[in-house]
């Protein structure tokens, strides 16, 4: 007897976006370096804004493992990522109201399907794109993702309350490192 062979939905085709080479967003040369979160276009999006990349790092950001950590304090959730043997952890501070209202959107992935990551790495020095990556989310991350911009889109937003979680956080981790030891999550992207 033969088990059935379990087939999964074929995810929808991403929108394009700036491919290497071209500028990040037209118009636009220069930026701080940092990094950006979003979902956007039924994916999470990672863009990471580094002066004068080396080729190191670009290989790297192409093809080394990629590990992310989410932590939530009040309306203050942070995104940690390592990308192994070039970025140590790092973290970023989101909420769901800070983004542009024309890209709000909440992810729709039912339970048990993994979400995609798109990770991006934008010179900051010229605005140009030097290296892309598409990932798959661990199932646990896809959920832990889809319930914190769930909670945080409901409700009105208080900056400054936001903003002293920020501070209280990064107060009491001011290593990256420690704040993703106690982080709620941790996973490994695929891809």
Request: glycine share 6%; net charge negative.
């Amino acid at each position: 007897m033969s088990r059935p062979v379990h087939r999964f939905a074929r995810p929808a085709p991403l929108p394009p976006t700036a491919a290497e080479g071209e500028p990040w967003q037209a118009g636009v040369g220069r930026y701080d370096e940092g990094a950006q979160y979003r979902y956007r276009h039924g994916a999470h999006e990672l863009t990471l804004f580094w002066s004068a990349p080396t080729p190191a790092e670009v290989r790297a950001l192409r093809e080394r493992p990629l590990t992310l950590a989410l932590h939530t304090l009040g309306p203050a959730a942070f995104l940690l990522y390592r990308i192994e043997g070039v970025c140590d952890w790092s973290d970023l501070a989101f909420n769901w109201h800070r983004w542009p209202s024309a890209e709000r959107e909440l992810p729709a992935e039912p339970t048990g399907e993994r979400a995609r990551l798109r990770l991006t790495l934008v010179d900051a020095a010229d605005g140009i794109v030097r290296a892309k990556r598409l990932l798959s989310l661990d199932r646990v991350m896809t959920q832990a993702l889809r319930h914190v911009l769930a909670a945080q889109s409901v409700g009105a937003f208080d900056m400054q309350a936001y903003a002293d979680a920020v501070e209280a956080l990064h107060a009491r981790y001011p290593e990256p490192a420690a704040l993703a030891a106690v982080a709620e999550f941790h996973e490994a992207a695929l891809g």
